[in-house]
């Protein structure tokens, strides 16, 4: 079946600096990517849609100049969390849509220092 | 607008015990429902799926029935295991690649 490869899976960083975080769509072309962000024992909540050779879809409230989206190509859409504060501390996960459903990654554990 | 509401946990459960997880829907259309797993430390994994009224999803031993006129879609397995401990979402879907929305989650812990 499709699967969906999430890089890295925990990360630790600097209050201030950047953090990349990569999703890539293994055996299927995904032209639409959606990252979601999963708070302590709440549901996930939807960043933004990552569209290929276009600009992302933030939802409301999702600062688009500190979480960076770039889905270059058909296979691979990076989330950059930029000058990362404590706050930001989160896991964070992609799905994408193949033709048999949605296919999440296993997510990224961001620890900010 | 469109939601997702299921009951909250944590629900602790021993080995071979029923279970009922209940989620009820808010949809302005005729959305798919799903039945997400996350096992700890991991991504979301597809358990099943219900796409119109009636329809019936399962897998692994699980079961959800889309219910239109109760805009449900509870989920049940007759007899849990250990390995079924686990946080499960209930989410809905509009049009054809539309977003995912979750509900908060149910996080089920089977003891032994």
Redesign the interface.
């Known amino acids: 079946g499709a699967v969906v490869s999430?890089h890295p899976s925990r990360v630790i960083c600097k209050s201030g600096t950047s953090v990349k975080i990569e999703c890539r769509s293994l055996d299927f072309q995904a032209t639409?990517m959606?990252w979601y962000r999963q708070f302590p024992?709440?549901?996930?909540m939807?960043m933004a849609?990552s569209n290929e050779g276009s600009k992302a879809t933030y939802e409301q409230g999702v600062e688009k100049d500190k979480f960076l989206i770039n889905h270059a190509s058909l296979t691979l859409s990076t989330l950059t969390v930029t000058s990362a504060h404590p706050e930001d501390s989160s896991f964070y996960?992609c799905?994408a849509?193949d033709e048999g459903?949605?296919?999440?990654?296993?997510?990224t554990r961001l620890t900010v220092v | 607008g469109d939601s997702v509401t299921q009951m909250e946990g944590p629900v602790t459960l021993s080995e071979e015990a029923f279970l009922t997880i209940n989620c009820t829907y808010t949809a302005t259309g005729y959305p798919s429902l799903?039945w997400?797993v996350q096992y700890p430390g991991?991504?979301?994994?597809?358990l099943l799926?219900a796409t119109k009224a009636d329809d019936k999803g399962s897998n692994k031993g699980f079961e959800a029935t889309y219910r239109k006129e109760t805009t449900s879609f509870h989920l049940e397995k007759g007899s849990v295991q250990v390995s079924d401990s686990a946080v499960y979402?209930c989410a809905l879907?509009l049009g054809s690649?539309g977003?995912?929305?979750?509900?908060?989650?149910t996080k089920l812990s089977v003891k032994p």
């Open positions: 999430q639409t959606f024992k709440q549901s996930l939807l849609t996960i799905s849509w459903g949605y296919t999440f990654g296993s997510g | 799903f997400y991991e991504g979301l994994q597809l799926k979402f879907k690649q977003n995912l929305i979750f509900g908060k989650g």
